[in-house]
């Protein structure tokens, strides 16, 4: 949409990144089904790329794929694809994110917890 792009017309990149951190989280809370945590919060994002620009008008399609786990930590890997009139899938953006599972405090405060599963 227009209010995504940046004054040369293509996609914002911390717009690209919100919307990948979203698809992130949703894999991430898919996975903590059933586990003793409330929540996962973003820690890191790592070895992010652009590789191709993004125009309005045109899709953009994620895929999300948890890559390895720790005690705590839930390591995913999002690829954006772009979907153009003429371009069916052209890789756009890459990037490696880690959450933190958690759990929320009476205070309302966040503090990680094993999440106990194995990948
Ligand atoms: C998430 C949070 C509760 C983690 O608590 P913490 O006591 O700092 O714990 P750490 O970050 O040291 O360690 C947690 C895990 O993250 C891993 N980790 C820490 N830094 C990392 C990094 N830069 N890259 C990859 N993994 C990392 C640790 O190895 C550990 O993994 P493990 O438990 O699987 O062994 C705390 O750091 C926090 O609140 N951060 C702010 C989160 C936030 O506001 N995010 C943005 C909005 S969602």
Known sequence: MPQDANVLGTLFGG???SW???AAAKAVHR???GTPADAALTRAIDAI???ETVHVGNWVNFEAEIISTGKSSINIQIDAYK???NVERLLA????FTFVSVKKLQNGSYEKIAHEKKH
């Open 49 to 51: 790329e652009f590789k």
């Open 83 to 85: 979907e153009t009139k």
């Open 20 to 22: 990948m951190d979203i």
């Open 93 to 96: 953006c890459t990037a490696r």
């Open 15 to 17: 717009q690209m990144v």
């Open 31 to 33: 996975f903590l089904k």
